[in-house]
């Protein structure tokens, strides 16, 4: 089998950054951005006069939107710290038709579990706990599941804020979560939400030391391998200037099984520096996609192998990327982030959504 490589395709514009995809019925796809919108978007044809258009709001940044296959609804996340359940269903009937109040503070990230019948969120503020600027202790349970059905909480877990990525395993059984001192918790949903492993690694978290004097970095994105045995990390290595995010372009593999261990990882000469942002596995298992925001060197995309780790395909796109879906055929992916926001009183439509072809 040749190396798959990204031949790009259409370039969708939004009002603003996206910063969560899902393909909902029929792959339709929706977004979340920055502006607090929740959007249908046309890959084909025009919706009215704009490829895309808004189906729901936050009322701060709109993080995660998530489509449940076995309760036909979108669930979306936001800053504003709610859940909101979205029927996509025919123009007159498009609304919100739940909302819960899941934090208090922001929604860092969503995810639905395999089955559609569960979604995950995190949050947490970083504040200084101490002279060593570690994290205070959360003020609220930093992850928690909820029943789509009904809205109901299932498990709150403890963890130290801020917790930036979550992810359920692939048969629906585990859960993980990562924060900013590059600690993953795993917990076992069959047994009641036990705690089955830890995973430290300060390689994606660091100290400030020009600018600013804080943590900075942390496990922004967490998948699961396909046979649920190993678990991978992306998100920014250290960084001695937190304005500058200039950390390496990072991803982890880890086992628990037997013991944590650190069972492969990024290497040196095929990466950067930057801040990564999303990791997704195509549908065949064979390989997987690190992606993010670039401040040196030559990609922000990349594909990697799954068993040698070697990077298979390389790309700078042109813009930050905070998101990204495969279809369930394999054959497209589509990327989501934005591009430069320009002046604050500019009317500019700097999300993107770009359609890439897998060959």
Wanted: aromatic share 10%; with cysteine.
């Amino acid at each position: 089998m040749n190396s798959p490589t990204l031949k790009k395709g259409k370039e969708i514009k939004l009002p603003s950054h996206v910063l969560d995809l899902t393909l909902g019925h029929n792959n339709q796809l929706y977004a979340s951005c920055l502006d607090g919108g929740i959007y249908q978007i046309s890959t084909v044809s025009k919706l009215l006069s704009k490829p895309y258009e808004e189906i729901a709001r936050h009322d701060n940044f709109a993080s995660g939107i998530n489509w449940s296959s076995s309760q036909k609804t979108l669930v979306s996340a936001g800053y504003d710290g709610n859940l909101k359940w979205i029927n996509p269903k025919g123009k007159e009937e498009k609304k919100e038709t739940k909302s819960v109040k899941a934090h208090n503070f922001w929604s860092w990230q969503s995810r639905i579990s395999p089955d559609g019948t569960k979604v995950a969120t995190t949050t947490g503020q970083y504040l200084s706990g101490g002279y060593k600027y570690e994290p205070a202790p959360e003020t609220e349970p930093s992850v928690k599941v909820f029943d789509i059905a009904t809205g109901d909480l299932l498990h709150s877990f403890p963890h130290t804020p801020p917790v930036q990525s979550v992810a359920f395993s692939n048969n629906g059984k585990l859960l993980a979560a990562g924060n900013l001192m590059g600690e993953v918790i795993l917990w076992d949903l069959e047994q009641g939400g036990k705690e089955i492993a830890r995973i430290k690694t300060p390689d994606f978290t660091g100290w400030g030391i020009i600018k600013g004097h804080y943590y900075t970095g942390g496990v922004f994105a967490l998948h699961f391998a396909p046979d649920d045995q190993s678990l991978y990390l992306a998100g920014m290595g250290s960084t001695t200037d937190p304005a500058a995010g200039n950390g390496k372009q990072l991803w982890q593999k880890f086992t628990w099984h037997d013991g944590v261990k650190k069972s492969g990882e990024a290497v040196k000469s095929e990466i950067g520096e930057g801040l990564m942002e999303t990791l997704a596995f195509h549908p065949g298992g064979k390989f997987f996609l690190m992606a993010g925001r670039i401040f040196k060197g030559d990609w922000n995309a990349a594909l990697f192998d799954h068993e040698s780790g070697s990077r298979l395909h390389h790309q700078n796109v042109g813009f930050r990327i905070s998101t990204s879906a495969f279809t369930p055929d394999g054959k497209l992916l589509y990327l989501g982030g934005g591009a430069n926001q320009g002046e604050p009183d500019e009317k500019k439509e700097w999300g993107r959504v770009v359609i890439y072809q897998i060959s």
